[in-house]
């Protein structure tokens, strides 16, 4: 007999810093974009064990507009890799009813990955059992601009606007904040990922470099989010009688 185990209260949305691709590697003697080779068979593995655990929604930092300045070569080869992850799983996903969507800026990605991102967004948006997320060209205040000016093109007027109504401007508009953060490789910063989105996130930080990230580790901050007490500005429960 299977036993489902259970992990108590399950973030509505669950977010993913991916470090340590580099360092993996260079543990390893290895180049770095083997590592990131490698934090691309660990994301396999979490989106499919994200959803069997229960999560309804993940997003995955794999690409930040801070990353430009790292080495042509080292930029070339993360975007190929997120060509080949969507070209090679998009048939997989669809099937799955997983809807995935790209966020982040458009602005210096060539017309076949603009195609790309078009055809899997297009091809996944209806679908309902899981939401994936992929923050690519990524930044969270490059995102809170373009939001705004998204609004005002809109005919919105920004002194009026509420929360909600900007929020459905932002490239998660429709999915619920993040109530999980997890970032791997010992780094304890936010590094401009969902500003917005975090606000009133738990924060877990772990060593374990991206590409030894497994599903236990998932399992095991998600323990740890339901020990959290979660107050969002209000009392201790034992004070409010
Ligand atoms: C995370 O791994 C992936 C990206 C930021 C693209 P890193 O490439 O940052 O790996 P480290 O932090 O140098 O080890
Ligand atoms: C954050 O990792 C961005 C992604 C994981 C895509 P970085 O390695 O780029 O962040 P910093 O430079 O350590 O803040
Ligand atoms: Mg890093």
């Known amino acids: 007999m299977s036993v489902t185990p259970t992990y108590g209260l399950m973030p509505a949305h669950v977010a993913i810093i991916m470090d340590g691709n580099g360092r993996w590697a260079k543990a390893r003697r290895r180049p770095r974009v083997f590592g990131h080779t490698e934090g691309v068979k660990t994301v396999r593995k979490i989106v499919e064990g994200a959803s069997e655990i229960g999560v309804k929604c993940l997003t995955l930092y794999s690409f930040s507009t801070e990353n430009w300045t790292r080495p042509k070569a080292e930029i070339a080869a993360l975007f190929n890799l997120l060509r080949q ?21 458009r602005s210096g990605l060539t017309p076949d990955l603009l195609a790309l991102i078009k055809r899997v967004e297009e091809t996944t ?4 059992a899981f939401n994936l997320n992929i923050a690519f060209n990524y930044g969270g205040r490059d995102e809170l601009l373009r939001a705004a000016a998204r609004a005002v093109a809109d005919g919105q007027d920004l002194a009026e606007i509420t929360e909600a109504g900007f929020g459905a401007y932002l490239d998660t508009a429709g999915l619920p904040d993040a ?25 877990i930080f772990t060593d374990v470099l991206w590409p030894d990230f497994d599903v236990s580790d998932l399992e095991a901050a998600i323990s740890d989010f339901n020990r959290r007490e979660r107050r969002f500005g209000n009392l201790d429960q034992s004070e409010v009688a």
């Open 85 to 105: 992850y969507v070209e090679s799983d998009l048939a997989t996903l669809h099937e799955k009813n997983v809807c995935v969507r790209i966020l982040g800026s």
């Open 125 to 128: 948006k209806d679908n309902t």
């Open 179 to 203: 109530d999980l953060v997890i970032r791997t490789s010992g780094e304890k910063r936010i590094s401009n990922f969902l500003l917005w989105q975090s606000a009133y996130a738990e924060f």
